[in-house]
C-alpha cells in the first residue's frame, strides 16, 4: 500500500525546514534525530548582532526549531537511527533504533532537581543547553555511576514526577513512508589534525565553534587561561577548507569570522583583529554592507600561517608568510581563532550503503546530476542541507524547502500515476 | 459584568522553592474578579491539565491565568487546554514565576510572585476573543518571466496541480539560458515545449504588467499585451525576472587610462567572449587573453564562475596564454573551488592584486598594468583580447516592477529586503515571491533551490482554495480613525488600504490576510485608533496599575 508520510533523517535546521513545509502542506513527518535534542549544528550558533543585525540567522533556527516541535503532523523520534532500509518511492520501509531515553520527555519538567543531587563531576543528568527542544534533561551513561556497577538512586528520589528510569532498553520500530530526506548535516572540522597550530595544546588557542559557544553561554569574550578581555586576535581562515582533503571551500567560515570581529571589535573597539586568509568571500545577501563597514578596522593578511607556537608567558607566536615582501613573519596575539571549515560527517558511508545512495569525491552524498539539487541516484530519496555540500543557514534553509517541495511533487506523481493506472 | 477568572499556580514539582505558594493562593484569592486559585506540581503534565480542564468546567471560569514556568516552553500547551476546556485560547495571561522570578533571585521572592499574577489577573480581565476563519484565496499563479527560473517554477507548480501564468516581456520564452546551454548541456528548446504542452500553464509573451491592486490571495493585475489591455486576478504573485550585466568599465572610470581612447579595443564582455567562443568563422584566434574581475564589486560570486568556465573553454578550443587579474577568487558555491583548481591546473595564470589594473592602449593590443602580491612586483601584459570586469546587476525593469508591488529592494537594486526572516524566496508582502537572479547573484545550486522553495511555499498558500487566519488580530477602529494615512505609509506588508464606510467617510482597514501582526501601525497611529490585540494600551496599563497598587 503507498505511504504518504515521508520521513527526514537528522533534525538540523534544513531538517526541521524540510518537515515543517511538508507537516504545513498535511503530510505526516516522521523527524529523527540521532541525539537527545533538537536542533544540530545550527542550534549552538550565538546571536551575532551590534547595534543593528548582522544577518547571521542564528535567530530564524531556534523560530523553526519551536514551531517543528509542537507540531501535530510531525512525530519526532530523538535518540534514533535508521538500521535497515527496503521497499521503492512510495513505498519505503524503514527500521529505526530507539537508543534509550532514560529521562521521559514527556514527564520531564525541566525543574534541574535531579542535576543538584547529581554527584558526580561534571553532572552525569543535564539539561543539554539553555534552549534546548525538547526542554527536558538527558541523562550521560558514560558519566552515570550506576552504569559503572554503583549503588546511586539520588536523581531518582530527588525527580517530583518521577520521570528518570534505569530499566530501559533498546527499542526498534518499522515505519512505512512514501520517500525520504537526508539532512544529515556536517562534522565541524577537528582542527587537532592541524597539530601545528597547537589547538587542544594551547589554551588560547580555539575554533570559530568554540567562540559562537562562548558568546551563547557568556555573553562575551575573556582569555580561557586568565579571564581577562583579549587585546590583539587572530583569526585564521579556511582551516579544513580548501586545502589537500578538502577540495572545496566551506562557504560559513568568512562570513561568521568577519561578524565574530564585528561583534569584538562592537564590545572593545580598542581590541585589535586580523584576518589570516586565502580569499575573501564576502558575498552573500546582506553582506556587502557588513564589509563595507568593517573593512578599514580588521587587518586583513594574505596567507595562512603555518605554525603557532607559545612562549612561556602565554603569548601566541604566529608564523606566516608575508607573501608581499616575500618573506617569514611573526606576529603575537593572546588569541587565535581557527575558522574550522565543514566536513562530511565521518560515517556517511554507513548511512549510504543502508539508502543505496551515492558518495561524491568530497565525501558529501552525491546529487543525481548538475541540473538537481536534491535527488539522489534512488528515485523517492533526497538530500537536504549541509550533508550535500557546504552551505550556510539560510541556504541549508532553502536547500530543505526545496526538497520537500521535490518530495511532495514525487508523491503527488505517483499518487495521479497509480489512479491513472 | 466582571468575568470570571480562574488562577492557577504550579510548583513545578517542586522546582520552585522559594516561594511561600499558601500565603501566595490567599492573597491571590483577594483580587478582584477570581473565582478560584489552584495550586499544582504538575500543570503541563497529561493529569494537571485535566485538573484545569475539570476545574474551569466546573467553575465555570471565563478568563485563566497560569502562574508557572516561562510561555516559552508551555503557552501553546495552556492554549489547548483552553480550548478544551470551552474557553478561547486567547483568553489566557502567564505569569512566570519560574525564570523571571524564583531561579533569578535568592531568598524569599513570594511578594514578586504575587505581583506578577496580579499583573496577569489585570490583563486577563481585558483580554479579547480572537476567532479563526478560512478566507478564500484564488489559486491561481502569476509568474512574471520567461527563463529558466520562471520556466521551471510554472511547470513544478503545474505539477503540484496549480495553474500558472507565465508573463514575458520579450516575443519568446527561453531568454538567458545560453551559459547554461554551453557550461551544462542544457536543452532550452525541449523546457520551452514542456511549458507550451502543459495544460496549467498560460504564456503571455510581450506582454507587461502595468498596475497591480489587492493582496495575498486576490491580486488584481493589469496587463497590457500587443492588441490591449487585460485584467486578472492571481493569488500569488513570483517575480523571475532574472538579472542582467554591465561592462564596469562603463560605470567606473577609474579603470580608464587618463586621456587615452581605448575604444575600438579588443574589450569585450563575457557575454560577447562566449560569442566569440562559439564562433568558428574567427579569422584569428587570441593569442594571449586578460580576464579580470572583483575590483568594481567584491561582492559578486557569480564573475568568478563565468571567468573560470569561459577561461577553460577557451584554453581547451584555443590553447591561449590566459591571465586572470583579481582580488579575492569566489570560491564560496559549489563546485567552484574544484573548477578553479582545474584552471590553474590546465595553465590558466591567476594574478592578485590589490588595486584595479591600469588599462591602456598599446600598437593596438590592449596593456594591463597590475601590482601582482604575490610577486611583489608590477606585471605588464598586452593581450589581444581583455575580457573586462562586469557588474552584476538586476535586469532592466526592476525598479518598476518594485513600485507596481511597492516592495523593497536590496542595498544592489535586488528584489527582497535584507531581512533574514525573509530568506529564501519570501518579500515583506504576503503571497509575492522572489527566485533567481531578480533576487541576488545566485548560482544554478541556488537557482534550482529556490525554483522548489517558491513552489512549495505557493502550494501551501494557494492549494487548498482557503486560507485559515486569526481575524481581527489588529484592528482599526472606524470611530477614531481620521484617515491620516500615517499607517498605510508605515505597513511593510502592505496589509492597510482606505474603505468608504457610512457612505461617506473614508478609513483604514487592515486585511487578515495580508497582516503579519508586527504591530508597526498600533504603535505609531495618532488617533491612537488601532489595536492589536494582546496589547491593547489598556491591557498594558492596567499591569503597570497593578504594580502601583501594591
Redesign the interface.
Known sequence: MESKNVLVVGSGISGVASAL?LA??GVSVYLIEKEAVVGGHSASFCCKATDI?S???A??VFDKIKEAV?HPQITLLTNSTIKKLSGELGNFRVEIIHRPQYVDE??C?????CTDVCPTDPKAIYSPFAEATP?SYILDEGLCLRFKGEKCDLCLES???KAIEFELKAKEQELSVGAIIVATGFDVFDAREKGSLGYGRYTNVLTGLDLEQIFTREGYLRLPTNGKEPQNIAFIQCIGS?DEGH???S?VC?KYAMKLAGLIKYQNPDTQVTIFYI???????????F?EKYKESIRFV?GVPVEILQSSSGELEVRFED????KVCRDNFDLVVLSVGISPRKNSWDLARILGINLADDGFFDKKD?????ETNVDGIFLAGTCQ?PKDI??S???G??????A??ML??SASRRRGN | MEPKIGVFLCNCGGAINNIDFDAAVKKVAKFPGVTCVNLSSDLCLEKGREKMISCIRGENIERVVVAACSPEFQEHIFREVLEKAGLNGHLLSMANIREQCSWTHDGDVTEKAVELVKMAVNRVRLLQPMEKKELPVNREVLVVGGGFSASNTALQLSRVGLRTTLLEKEAVLGAGTEELESFYGFDTGSMISAVEVDKNIEVLTSAQMTEVGGKIGDFSVRIRQEGGEILRKYGAIVLATGHQTELALDSEPQLRAEGEAISGLNIVSQEQFCCMLGNSGLETEPKTIGFMFDFSDENSRFPTLTTLNNALAAKKKWGSEIYVFCKNVKVDSEGMEKLYREARDCGVVFLKSEAPPRITAENGRVKIEAKDVFLGEDVILACDVLVAEELYLPAEGAENLSSLLSIRRDSKGFFQDENVHLYPVGSEKKGIFFIGGCRGDLDLGRVLTDISSVVMKVHELLSSGKILVELEKVKADPQKCVACLTCIRVCPHGAIQLVRVDGSKEVAEISDLACDACGICAAICPAKAIKFQGYRDEEILAQIEAIQEL
Request: hydrophobic residues 30%.
Open positions: 513545509e504545513n502542506a543585525c544577518k547571521c540567522s535567530c530564524v509542537i514527556e514527564k519538567i525541566a525543574c534541574g532537581l526542554f525527580c517530583p514526577t580548501r577540495g572545496y571551500c562557504q568568512c580569499d575573501l568571500q564576502t558575498t552573500g545577501k546582506g553582506f556587502a554592507q564589509y594574505r607573501i608581499s615582501q616575500g548538475s541540473l538537481s539539487c536534491n555540500g539560510p541556504d534553509i532553502a536547500h524547502i526545496a526538497a520537500a517541495s521535490k511532495m511533487q503527488a506523481e
